[in-house]
């Protein structure tokens, strides 16, 4: 009987599916459909390993260096040094994170998307930049793995907004979007809320500021 390469004979074929229609899947006949199965694999494994590693390796063909001068456009808005927020969020650690605030995966081809076709508010770069600047932006960008910094105490500002804003304000809400008219708010009352300064002094007052200038981590 001719067989073709990498093929039972076909009276084996046959058998095994006469097995499985009956339902007596033999010993054998697993064990045939095993070695066939593994073949396969043996096969077809290699080439989806180096897809995969081809695919996660993307980043690297950017040059980190030239993307670091490139992100001077996007320091305005980003900072990369601490967790403080400016126009938008930080991005010290940026792929040292598990999630985008988009709630998408922090990864190569979600930040690349955000970067190409802008993310609320954030404008799209897709034109501003050469297909091989955005590879070195991204090379710049993962980077980017610090890990979270530790949150700090409990400061005398949030004692002062815990006391006299908490009851309509989060603070989650206000801070690190402060505007410079809030602190004259914040002194004569605004909205039905009590003018502070009369409870609070001019140095508290400024220490409530502060404390809204600075993000909520």
Known sequence: MTRRAGHAPFS???AERGHIENGN???AAARSVSVRALKFLERRVPSLLFLTLLASCAH??????KGKALFQTCAGCH??????RKMGPSLRNLFGRVTLRSG???DDENVRAIVLDGYNGMPSFRYSFKPEEIDDLMAYLHTLTAKPEPAPPASEGAAYFKVWCARC???????????????????NGHSGAPPLKDWLDAEARQTLATYLKTADH
Request: aromatic share 8%; no cysteine; hydrophobic share 35%.
């Open 79 to 84: 900072n990369v040094t601490t967790e403080a």
């Open 60 to 65: 690297a063909q950017g040059d980190a260096e």
């Open 104 to 106: 998408k995966h922090a």
């Open 25 to 27: 899947f033999s010993a």
């Open 169 to 187: 304000h989060k603070p989650e809400d206000l801070r690190g979007r402060y505007q410079p008219d809030w602190l004259p708010l914040i002194a």
């Open 12 to 14: 084996t074929q046959a």
